[in-house]
């Protein structure tokens, strides 16, 4: 044990990137989980950590996307730099001449304009450092690359950094079947925590297709790593990966699972949704802690009591097809009798149509991007009795 902590000792840098909007969830959740010298950025939050942080960092957070590790900084003014800068890397010390690479790259930059052009030139760097070096080169494999290499370019400024985590973070591994307009899971988990809930409380989603918010909901209550059923991370092709480690940081993360004995409850009014949020559910290990069942969430009301989370993500006019204004309204009327206290949150991305209909004062709204919708998560406060009347939009 001794020797596999000595390990760990190393510290290095590390980029945790993530949505718009949840940068200070993601601090705060780096800060619970030990990092060092947290720095918030735009869409990423920097960090200090050694290499069980790294994979602590992939199995624990919620809201991040992906784990990068920068290995060179330098400045480039054209293709020809990047080039010439990119050759000066030791990519053996990275990358086994028989195995597989892939580059995703991003640019902002007047002299850097296409970002996939990047990514090519980037590979043709690597290729052609392995073919002077030892006469062959490793293979592009875009799928499942045995090393991710991520470029960012702002300006002059390149980064050069290995992603650990491979497949977006977002990917938990526990969802198998998806309705038309599924929600990404780094969102779901960011919503959540937005809305303040913590698992102490009881928590509804009345809209919830293939339940990927209950299930979220259910992992922040009983403090479950969110990525303890991916299959794999990126750093696991890395040649230093140490399982034992691995093994060490998840069961210790385990350890700190708790059971919640909120309610976590669902509704939809399609019966195949309902199937599909079951096999997820089901997927996560979570039957035990999360209930769904088919309705129509405007013939519902409220069935716990005390203190009560709803959140949900109804549909939007750019996904489905319905009548915005008057499902907005019901939405309303649906919250204002038949859910007394509770604080109820949504996300939409249509204001006019949408929001305006809802007929309820909001007490927060928050700006959050659904991939390239603008949204807003806004958050009505229901009070019972004559105390929810004073607060009701006239």
Request: with cysteine; aromatic share 10%.
């Amino acid at each position: 044990m001794q020797d596999k902590l000595s390990k760990m000792s190393q510290n290095f840098k590390m980029l945790a990137k993530t949505l718009f909007g949840f940068e200070e969830l993601l601090a705060k959740e780096l800060r619970n989980l030990g990092a060092m010298d947290i720095k918030i950025g735009v869409r990423n939050v920097s960090f200090i950590g050694d290499k069980g942080f790294m994979y602590k960092a992939n199995l624990g957070l919620r809201t991040a996307v992906r784990i990068l590790k920068p290995i060179r900084n330098f400045k480039v003014q054209n293709e020809d730099d990047l080039y010439q800068q990119l050759q000066t890397i030791k990519w053996d010390n990275y990358l086994n001449i028989n195995g597989t690479f892939a580059v995703d790259s991003v640019a902002n930059a007047e002299n850097f304009t296409h970002s996939h052009y990047v990514s090519l030139k980037t590979k043709d760097a690597i290729a052609d450092y392995f073919r002077n070096k030892f006469g062959k080169r490793p293979n592009v494999d875009l799928d499942h690359p045995d090393l991710k290499i991520n470029i960012h370019i702002q300006k002059h400024d390149c980064t050069v950094s290995l992603d650990s985590s491979g497949e977006s973070l977002h990917k938990r591994g526990y969802r198998s079947a998806t309705n038309i307009a599924p929600i990404n899971e780094v969102l779901a988990a960011g919503l959540i925590l937005l809305s303040g809930y913590d698992g102490s409380q009881h928590f509804i989603d009345p809209m919830c297709g293939s339940g990927t918010i209950l299930i979220e909901a259910a992992m922040i209550a009983n403090q479950i790593p969110p990525n303890i059923n991916r299959r794999e991370f990126g750093f696991e092709k890395w040649d230093d990966f140490d399982e034992d480690l691995f093994d060490i940081i998840k069961n210790s993360l385990l350890k700190k699972a708790r059971e919640s004995s909120a309610e976590i409850i669902g509704y939809d009014k399609a019966p195949s949704a309902i199937r599909k949020a079951i096999d997820n559910i089901e997927n996560a290990h979570l039957e035990d802690f999360i209930t769904v069942r088919q309705e129509n969430f405007f013939n519902t009301e409220k069935e716990t009591e005390g203190k009560t989370i709803v959140l949900f993500n109804p549909p939007y006019g750019e996904r489905l097809e319905i009548n915005v204004p008057i499902f907005y309204k019901e939405i309303g009327n649906t919250l204002k009798h038949g859910y007394p206290n509770t604080n109820a949150w949504l996300i939409t991305s249509d204001f006019e149509n949408g929001l305006k209909n809802v007929g309820l004062r909001t007490s927060k709204k928050i700006k959050v991007f659904n991939g390239k919708l603008e949204c807003r998560l806004v958050k009505y406060e229901m009070y019972e009795g004559s105390k929810k009347e004073k607060f009701l939009k006239k």
